[in-house]
């Protein structure tokens, strides 16, 4: 008689918020946010893949960047609702900041303040495009410059790798400035939680407090290591199109070269998720444990040790993403001091659809 298989185990990811943490099962998506008032609010969303809509963007290399866009999408309108349920009576009405969304809401009502996010949140990724894309070549051509022509030996040019390794620095500088805000240190133990508790069920153990403080914060299929994997990928897709395109790739023009930089994004991004998708699958392969390794070096400054509470909200938003009962947890929540709900326990809260 042929063994049957054990049917494989859900894959789950999910994403750290402002006090609060969204996890991404196979069929449906929650957020566990802590309130001002310290209880933990959920939510249940459905998810539709792109992939659900048309198969051909399931498909390698295709998936990459139509699923982080997706993923982009839908974890920002996370992160917004997050920050405002986690701030809701916090903010200072006196604030000249809070006079003005008040009254921008007043006279052109909420969906002026959604375009106002939506165009801060653009301005964003445009800074990120300017920062890791077009100021590593503009900071080459000034030392070129300098110099008084490109920095070469023979026929082959050091741009590529310079330019690499400028995203290296600034993305490293960039992620350490971010993890001396409070606030984000706060997000980055949340994202610390989430891990923990991903690890926890995925070595399927019971989802306490307990087992999942004990697991590690570092996992190698994590939006940090992926966004390494991108910026390490650059330096090598760009070492090959200089040597087979040198006057396209090098040229002096910047209306030819900057193009060329934004077009290779998404070559990168779809390269970068294939591999971290290999990294989750074969996570004890030696060979993934080591490209997986910088990534996970990274991961020591993008996520912190949680506390209790913390954790908490990793295993009730994993286990609602899951369909999983978790009213026990309410019962028997046990934080540490600097959790925001030490003077009151939360009550069980209402579950929004």
Not at 70 to 82: L, P, Q, T
Not at 143 to 158: E, R, T, Y
Not at 233 to 257: D, F, G, Y
Request: glycine letters at 8%; hydrophobic letters at 45%.
């Amino acid at each position: 008689m042929k063994k049957e298989k054990t049917p494989a185990k859900p894959t789950v990811g999910g994403e750290a918020l402002m006090e609060g943490i969204m996890m991404r099962g196979p069929e449906q998506a929650a957020m566990a946010i802590r309130l001002p008032n310290g209880k933990i609010d959920t939510k249940v969303m459905p998810v539709t893949l792109p992939k659900d809509k048309c198969k051909l963007l399931g498909w390698p290399l295709i998936r990459g960047p139509v699923n982080l866009v997706h993923s982009m999408s839908f974890g920002i309108k996370c992160m917004m609702e997050s920050a405002e349920k986690a701030l809701d009576g916090i903010m200072e009405e006196t604030t000249s900041e809070s006079k003005l969304d008040r009254w921008i809401e007043k006279h052109f009502g909420p969906k002026m303040m959604t375009a106002v996010s939506v165009i801060g949140i653009v301005l964003g990724i445009g800074l990120m495009l300017f920062l890791f894309s077009v100021l590593p070549t503009l900071l080459y051509d000034g030392i070129a410059w300098l110099a008084g022509g490109d920095i070469a030996i023979g026929a082959f040019s050091f741009r590529a790798i310079f330019e690499g390794l400028i995203r290296v620095v600034l993305f490293v500088t960039y992620m350490f400035l971010s993890s001396l805000i409070p606030d984000i240190r706060r997000v980055f133990a949340y994202h610390g939680a989430e891990h923990k508790a991903i690890y926890a069920y995925e070595a399927e153990l019971d989802l306490t407090v307990e087992n999942v403080r004990k697991q590690s914060r570092l996992h190698p299929r994590c939006g940090t290591s992926f966004l390494f994997m991108v910026v390490a990928l650059s330096i090598l897709v760009a070492v090959i199109l200089s040597s087979i395109i040198p006057e396209i790739w090098n040229s002096s023009n910047l209306l030819i070269r900057i193009p060329m930089r934004l077009l290779m994004i998404p070559i990168l991004m779809a390269l970068g998720y294939e591999f971290i998708r290999l990294a989750g699958r074969f996570i004890n392969n030696p060979i993934t444990r080591a490209l997986s390794f910088p990534g996970m070096c990274m991961q020591r400054i993008t996520t912190k040790e949680p506390d209790d509470g913390m954790i908490l909200v990793g295993i009730i938003a994993l286990k609602t993403a899951l369909g999983m009962p978790c009213e026990e947890l309410w019962m028997t929540e046990e934080t540490d001091d600097d959790s925001p709900s030490d003077n009151e326990s939360p009550d069980e809260p209402a579950t929004e659809q």
